[in-house]
């Protein structure tokens, strides 16, 4: 199980760092327990273990309370039982009629030790809990440290805050990691968790998984790494290993200094960009194979594309009426800059919305209302090869402007099928900013 094994990478870790030699067995009884299981709120949640069912009244009066009597349990079910989901974390059912048995072998005398057990343990502790019910794993020291060293802030937490759900310990990860590699974390104390309520108890909430990559994108800027994905409930998820290009989330944060700059209003900044939310969701994200920046395209950006030209496209019009839709063009210009690599299409989609603008103001024989669709056609265009055709037949109301206009077409010509959604996009944008300039 992944999770043994970034159970055991931590105790390496964390053996070296103390100048120590835990095994998970001991980490588990002299340093896991009292954080994790000690006291009658618990930080973390296996369904079914010794932990999550009542002992009997005879093992508490025994072992001396609740707490010890789970935990005596647990030895028990590692020392004598078969394996099974309910002691070892992310394992397969106890049997073929679960609904988690996919894992279950019919090869019998599968030896597997009691380290490999604890290990499990420590390693989902690592885990890190994103929107929308699933977590993913890292194996990097430099964040499993930082994901230890959370673990008794967090026991601090929950003994100090009565009316909060306890057994977060994957949410919690997300907001601690989130906080410790923040860029301003020196110039503030750890904040106030954002909650919600479950079952009349407030639950801190998890954090959107595009945060917690850019914040990763801090520690290791120029890494690209890989998670492993998954959800562990009623049923067990497996998205899989995925890679994440952390360089490309920082990308974005390049671009911003490239963006039109709205003076009258608030200029776009990290925070802005780093808390924007993403068209995909974590577990979409994931079945992409890869998570980059195509990954992380804005929430609404597709109600503003020309109809046809991709998946869910509205053909909206941005009107620029207020100071959200200057803050929304800022967003969603920086991430198709990003996306493009070239700022120039920034000038050439300026130039061309320019164009437009100019053709209908002009007086010619030509009616307004021809020129009109003409122009309109050309920025609803849904392929390159529509918009060739309308731009061509918009060439002779554009005579001063012909050498430029060719030069807009060589580029839509040599860019990939699928950045052009993007550029004409960034045309219709900034042809509805210069339309409402005043």
């Known amino acids: 199980?992944?999770?043994?094994?970034?159970?055991?990478?931590?105790?390496?870790?964390?053996?070296?760092?103390?100048?120590?030699?835990?095994?998970?067995?001991?980490?588990?009884?002299?340093?896991?327990?009292?954080?994790?299981?000690?006291?009658?709120?618990?930080?973390?949640?296996?369904?079914?273990?010794?932990?999550?069912?009542?002992?009997?009244?005879?093992?508490?009066?025994k072992h001396g309370n609740k707490s010890l009597a789970q935990f005596e349990n647990l030895k028990t079910k590692v020392a004598e039982d078969e394996p099974n989901m309910s002691f070892f974390v992310g394992y397969a059912a106890s049997g073929t009629q679960e609904t988690t048995s996919g894992q279950v072998s019919s090869l019998k005398n599968l030896e597997i030790e009691p380290e490999e057990i604890y290990a499990s343990w420590i390693g989902q502790a690592l885990a890190v809990g994103v929107s929308g019910g699933n977590v993913f794993l890292l194996n990097q020291d430099e964040v499993l440290w930082q994901l230890y060293l959370g673990w008794p802030r967090y026991r601090k937490y929950i003994n100090q805050t009565d009316n909060i759900k306890d057994k977060q310990i994957e949410t919690w990860n997300g907001q601690w990691l989130n906080f410790i590699l923040s860029e301003d974390k020196n110039n503030k104390e750890f904040p106030d968790l954002p909650t919600s309520k479950v079952l009349g108890k407030l639950a801190i909430a998890t954090i959107s998984w595009s945060k917690i990559l850019f914040s990763l994108s801090h520690l290791l800027p120029q890494k690209e790494i890989i998670i492993y994905a998954y959800g562990l409930s009623q049923m067990n998820t497996t998205l899989g290993f995925i890679q994440v290009f952390l360089p490309q989330f920082n990308k974005l944060i390049e671009y911003r200094h490239s963006l039109i700059d709205f003076k009258e209003f608030k200029e776009l900044d990290n925070k802005d960009i780093e808390h924007f939310e993403t068209f995909y969701n974590f577990r979409v994200a994931c079945q992409r194979g890869n998570i980059g920046l195509s990954a992380l395209e804005p929430k609404g950006l597709r109600q503003y594309m020309p109809k046809g030209s991709i998946l869910y496209a509205q053909g909206k019009e941005l009107n620029f009426k207020n100071e959200n839709d200057y803050f929304l063009y800022e967003l969603y210009q920086n991430w198709i800059m990003a996306t493009l690599s070239k700022t120039r299409l920034l000038d050439l989609a300026s130039n061309l919305a320019g164009y437009l603008k100019d053709m209908e103001e002009e007086k010619t024989s030509r009616g307004k209302g021809t020129i009109s669709r003409v122009s309109q056609e050309i920025r609803e265009s849904k392929t390159v090869k529509v918009f060739i055709e309308k731009l061509t037949e918009a060439l002779p109301l554009m005579e001063n402007d012909i050498k430029a206009t060719r030069e807009i077409v060589k580029e839509v010509l040599e860019m990939p099928s699928d950045n052009f959604p993007l550029f004409i996009t960034l045309v219709r944008f900034e042809y509805n900013y210069l339309k409402n300039l005043k």
Do not use: C, W
């Not at 340093?31 to 508490?60: A, C, T, W």
């Open 1 to 61: 199980m992944y999770t043994s094994f970034i159970g055991k990478q931590f105790l390496k870790l964390y053996n070296t760092k103390t100048d120590s030699d835990y095994t998970a067995e001991r980490f588990f009884e002299e340093k896991f327990f009292p954080i994790f299981f000690k006291y009658e709120r618990h930080l973390m949640h296996v369904g079914n273990s010794p932990f999550f069912q009542k002992p009997k009244k005879e093992d508490v009066t």
